[in-house]
């Protein structure tokens, strides 16, 4: 029996997570799922965004699944207070494109590897109505575990690929230690120290600003990005919107004890409670989790059958020009799985 936390938190958050869990339960496993709350309507219930016993609960099960939060103002954010108290220190955010899916690119597959515990998301912010200061802590141990995930990520990477790909696999580092010299100075220097322990991967780096514009006019270029906090938050929904946006951009993050998995996107209020919010982001952030449980083979057949059913399009959502519901996605979704079965 795996125990998974089961957060569905706001809006589409309930939606999705509603239809991830469907699909988990539809595959050959045994979990237990045990629900915890968070956020906005969590807030309004509680008085807490996310209270101790959700903590708790993340903290003693094996993988938490978190749907999407809708914020409250003045409080702490659900998410960032898991990734922190987890210390899930990674956040893989892969960007892909997909046969079928009208995108910008057709051709991308790389990852952007975000620092997920410090930077300007530190939450450490002082201020009056006229002037207002965030400390954006950058430390080495942090800089350094990061770039050693990332280039392990490129070693991963590089395995699975199937065909041949000519040249040694490359991990961008992105920062903007020009202007930042003391914090990106020393990331970047984390990042070329532990480089000297993976000579066969190819690096590089980037400043920040030049790396959004590369993100649209050379997005093939890129294997593995490792970056700060917020240029990761940032660049990751830019690079969303480049294979067909937020409605198919999964993450999971990653620590040494624990793994929290959830889509990119958020609530969602425009569309929720509508039931058109795509299941995507949430899927592919399923087969993440199972990577993490090591149940691979699992993990490729829900990438396979979620990606057979953006090939065949016929049973999509609005956000990728279909008419279906969230539910009806899910379900042939799990028409697919059986079908590979
Ligand atoms: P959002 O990601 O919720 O939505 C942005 C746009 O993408 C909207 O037009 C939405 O309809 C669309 N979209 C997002 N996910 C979709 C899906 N699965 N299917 C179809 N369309 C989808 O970001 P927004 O509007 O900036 O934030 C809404 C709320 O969510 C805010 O309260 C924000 O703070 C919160 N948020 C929470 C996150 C989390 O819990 N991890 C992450 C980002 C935002
Ligand atoms: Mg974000």
């Known amino acids: ?29 045994n979990i237990d799922f045990i629900e915890a709350e968070a956020g906005r309507e969590c807030f309004d219930k509680n008085g807490t965004t996310i209270p101790e016993e959700t903590l708790k609960i993340a903290k003693k099960t094996k993988a938490t699944l978190f749907g999407a939060s809708t914020s409250t103002p003045g409080e702490k954010s659900p998410i960032i207070t898991l990734r922190q108290e987890l210390d899930v220190y990674a956040n893989l ?3 892909k494109s997909f046969k079928g899916v009208k995108c910008l690119f057709d051709d991308l597959d790389f990852l952007i590897v975000r ?15 006229e002037q207002a200061v965030a400390k954006r802590i950058i430390t080495k141990k942090a800089s350094e575990r990061i770039s050693k995930l ?15 790909i000519e040249g040694k696999p490359l991990v961008t580092c992105v920062h903007k230690a020009n202007v930042l010299k003391k914090t990106d100075g020393l990331f970047k220097k984390a990042f070329y120290d532990v480089a000297m322990n993976y000579p066969d991967i190819n690096t590089n780096n980037y400043f920040v600003d030049a790396t959004a514009m590369y993100l649209l006019t050379k997005p093939q270029e890129f294997d593995v990005i490792v970056t700060t906090n917020l ?4 660049l990751s929904d830019c690079a969303a919107g480049l294979v067909g946006g937020l409605g ?3 993450s999971g993050n990653i620590g040494d004890k624990h793994g929290l998995f959830e889509p990119v996107h958020g609530s969602a209020p425009d569309i929720a409670g509508q039931n058109i919010s795509n299941p995507i982001a949430m899927t592919l952030s399923v087969a993440m989790m199972l990577d993490y449980l090591k149940e691979e083979y699992l993990a490729n057949n829900l990438r396979i059958a ?9 049973v999509l959502t609005p956000d990728l020009g279909g008419k279906n519901k969230t539910m009806d996605v899910a379900n042939e979704i799990i028409k697919e799985l059986e079908l590979l079965n």
């Open 1 to 29: 029996m795996i125990k998974i936390a089961r957060i569905d938190g706001d809006g589409i958050g309930k939606e999705v997570t509603e239809a991830g869990v469907h699909i988990l339960n539809s595959m050959d496993l």
């Open 231 to 234: 240029f990761g938050d940032i």
């Open 115 to 129: 620092e997920n515990t410090e930077g300007l998301y530190s939450r450490q912010e002082d201020g009056d109505e």
């Open 248 to 250: 198919l951009a999964p």
């Open 150 to 164: 990332a280039f392990e990520q490129a070693i991963k990477r590089n395995e699975d690929r199937k065909e041949d």
């Open 306 to 314: 979620t990606e057979n059913v953006l090939k065949k399009g016929k």
């Open 93 to 95: 955010r892969p960007v």
